[in-house]
């Protein structure tokens, strides 16, 4: 099976990040590091490759006296991890999945608002090592490296302890959207669906017209009709134009489904 094959392969190659990386790091940043350990639930057996996870390629250009490499290839590796490790969950959680459909939940499951989101959620950003101008600009915040470095981070688990730790951790931090995910159809696009089907059985495309606005500026709800020609066939209300859009494409997309066009 190629998990086990690779780690054996792996084990014996061993990915070189010099343990001395380690060393350097000063004491509270090593009990940071064991606290950041704790909170993903795996302790590297190499330090270094936890290190350069974290090591944002700001800090690198400016240290590089301290930081040896930075986290782009570990990222790159980790992308790929990740989308392993949540296919493969799918493939087994439902054999009633079709390949569309796993398609449509894997690229929920591994954008990158969402690794943002989790990230923050474990506050990944209070161990990255930035660059001062990286720092100063929100550095710790900013989604793009949020998302970059916990896909550096599953790339490190993988090179330390294997693809089956590196899995482990990436759905225990996925746990508590999975299960939402599947239920809610957030990973239904909807509005591609109902496109498609209304082009192949009326030969035209959906509209959607804003029916109502209400509340203040910072919490409106918006009510949206789609029709199909000049027939409404779902309504949406949501907290946003996509949202309400989103919902009445569903109602539609069912009531075609049922036999109601």
Request: charged share 25%; glycine share 10%.
């Given at each position: 099976?190629?998990?086990?094959?690779?780690?054996?392969?792996?084990?014996?190659?061993?990915?070189?990040?010099?343990?001395?990386?380690?060393?350097?790091?000063?004491?509270?940043?090593?009990?940071?590091?064991?606290?950041?350990?704790?909170?993903?639930?795996?302790?590297?057996?190499?330090?270094?490759?936890?290190?350069?996870?974290?090591?944002?390629?700001?800090?690198?250009?400016?240290?590089?006296?301290?930081?040896?490499?930075?986290?782009?290839?570990?990222?790159?590796?980790?992308?790929?991890?990740?989308?392993?490790?949540?296919?493969?969950?799918?493939f087994r959680y439902d054999e009633?999945?079709?390949?569309?459909?796993?398609?449509?939940?894997?690229?929920?499951?591994?954008?990158?608002?969402?690794?943002?989101?989790?990230?923050?959620?474990?506050?990944?950003?209070?161990?990255?090592?930035?660059?001062?101008?990286?720092?100063?600009?929100?550095?710790?915040?900013?989604?793009?490296?949020?998302?970059?470095?916990?896909?550096?981070?599953?790339?490190?688990?993988?090179?330390?302890?294997?693809?089956?730790?590196?899995?482990?951790?990436?759905?225990?931090?996925?746990?508590?959207?999975?299960?939402?995910?599947?239920?809610?159809?957030?990973c239904h696009d909807y509005k591609?669906?109902?496109?498609?089907?209304?082009?192949?059985?009326?030969?035209?495309?959906?509209?959607?017209?804003?029916?109502?606005?209400?509340?203040?500026?910072?919490?409106?709800?918006?009510?949206?009709?789609?029709?199909?020609?000049?027939?409404?066939?779902?309504?949406?209300?949501?907290?946003?134009?996509?949202?309400?859009?989103?919902?009445?494409?569903?109602?539609?997309?069912?009531?075609?489904?049922?036999?109601?066009?």
């Amino acid at each position: 099976m190629f998990p086990g094959r690779q780690d054996r392969e792996l084990s014996s190659i061993r990915y070189r990040i010099p343990l001395a990386l380690a060393g350097r790091m000063h004491a509270s940043y090593s009990k940071n590091i064991e606290k950041l350990e704790r909170t993903l639930g795996y302790c590297f057996k190499n330090k270094g490759l936890l290190l350069n996870a974290l090591t944002h390629k700001s800090f690198q250009h400016e240290n590089p006296h301290k930081a040896l490499a930075y986290n782009e290839r570990l990222e790159f590796l980790g992308d790929s991890v990740l989308a392993l490790a949540v296919v493969e969950y799918l493939f087994r959680y439902d054999e009633g999945f079709s390949e569309s459909l796993m398609a449509k939940m894997k690229s929920y499951l591994v954008k990158g608002s969402l690794l943002a989101e989790i990230a923050a959620e474990i506050s990944l950003g209070e161990y990255l090592r930035l660059g001062k101008g990286e720092e100063e600009t929100g550095g710790r915040r900013r989604k793009s490296i949020l998302a970059d470095a916990l896909e550096a981070v599953f790339g490190a688990i993988y090179l330390d302890g294997g693809f089956e730790h590196a899995q482990h951790v990436i759905l225990q931090l996925l746990q508590d959207k999975i299960p939402s995910v599947i239920s809610s159809g957030q990973c239904h696009d909807y509005k591609t669906d109902l496109q498609e089907k209304s082009q192949t059985l009326f030969g035209v495309l959906p509209e959607y017209r804003l029916i109502s606005q209400e509340g203040d500026e910072h919490r409106k709800i918006f009510t949206v009709n789609v029709l199909i020609g000049d027939r409404p066939f779902g309504r949406g209300t949501g907290k946003s134009k996509k949202e309400a859009q989103t919902i009445a494409a569903k109602e539609a997309m069912e009531r075609l489904n049922e036999g109601h066009g």
